[in-house]
Antibody
Framework: EVQLVESGGGLVQPGGSLRLSCATS????????MSWVRQAPGKGLEWLAN????????NYVESVKGRFTISRDNAKNSLYLQMNSLRAEDTAVYYC??????WGKGTTVTVSS | QSALTQPASVSGSPGQSITISCTGT?????????VSWYQQHPGQAPKLMIY???NRPSGISNRFSGSRSDNTASLTISGLQAEDEAVYYC??????????FGGGTELTVL
C-alpha cells in the first residue's frame, strides 16, 4: 500500500523559513515524479511544484518560484519542500503527491506574527 | 497559467445523475490526456476518482465516469448517493510541465 506522510509544518513568522518532508513507502520512490500541492483554509487546491525521478527536472507555479525549492532523496524515499520568505498567503495545508494520484494527509503551515 | 473553470456548485437528488464540467484550453485539458478528478470530504485529503480523462482507479465505483470534448472535461456521477456529497476538483497537466486545478465544485445531494 502506498503511504505518504508529511511533516515539518508549524507556525512561522512572515519572512521566515520552513522545510517540509514527505516520507514514502509502498512503491519504488526513485521511479516516479512527485509533487507538492497546497490548500489554503476554505479555498481550493493549488499545485506548487514537481520533481523528476532523478531530481534533474523541477517545475514550479509562478507564485512560489524563487522562494520554494523542491528536492528529493531517493536513498531515503523522501520528498522535501524548502520554503523561504514565507508570507501570510502561504498559510495552508501542504500535501505530498505520488504521481498526482495518491495524497498524504497533509501538514499545516501557518504564517503569522 | 490560469486555473481550470468549474461551476461553483451542483445538486441532485438521490438516484439522479449529475455532470460537473471543467474547462481549460488547448494547452492543458484539450492538449493532453492527463485529466484527473478528485473528491474531497470536509477535513480529509482529496481522493482520486478518475485519471487520464476516463479511467477509474481500483476500488472506485463505476457510478463515476469521465469524458472530454475539446477543451472541456466532465465528471458524471450516476445513481447519486448521500455519500457522494463532497467537493470535486479537476486537474490537468499543462504545457511547461505544470499542473492546474479547477476551483472546485460543491456537490449537494438533496
Amino acid at each position: 500500500e502506498v503511504q505518504l506522510v508529511e511533516s515539518g509544518g508549524g507556525l512561522v513568522q512572515p519572512g521566515g523559513s520552513l522545510r517540509l518532508s514527505c516520507a514514502t513507502s509502498g512503491f519504488i520512490f526513485s521511479e516516479y515524479w512527485m509533487s507538492w500541492v497546497r490548500q489554503a483554509p476554505g479555498k481550493g487546491l493549488e499545485w506548487l511544484a514537481n520533481i523528476k525521478e532523478d531530481g534533474s527536472e523541477k517545475n514550479y507555479v509562478e507564485s512560489v518560484k524563487g522562494r520554494f525549492t523542491i528536492s528529493r532523496d531517493n536513498a531515503k524515499n523522501s520528498l522535501y519542500l524548502q520554503m523561504n520568505s514565507l508570507r501570510a498567503e502561504d498559510t495552508a495545508v501542504y500535501y505530498c503527491l505520488y504521481k498526482m494520484d495518491v495524497w498524504g494527509k497533509g501538514t499545516t503551515v501557518t504564517v503569522s506574527s | 497559467q490560469s486555473a481550470l473553470t468549474q461551476p461553483a456548485s451542483v445538486s441532485g437528488s438521490p438516484g439522479q445523475s449529475i455532470t460537473i464540467s471543467c474547462t481549460g484550453t488547448d494547452n492543458d485539458v484539450g492538449g493532453y490526456k492527463f485529466v484527473s478528478w478528485y473528491q474531497q470530504h470536509p477535513g480529509q485529503a482529496p481522493k482520486l476518482m478518475i485519471y487520464d480523462v476516463s479511467n477509474r482507479p481500483s476500488g472506485i465505483s463505476n457510478r463515476f465516469s469521465g469524458s472530454r470534448s475539446d477543451n472541456t472535461a466532465s465528471l458524471t456521477i450516476s445513481g447519486l448517493q448521500a455519500e457522494d456529497e463532497a467537493v470535486y476538483y479537476c486537474s490537468s497537466y499543462a504545457s511547461g510541465g505544470l499542473w492546474l486545478f479547477g476551483g472546485g465544485t460543491e456537490l449537494t445531494v438533496l
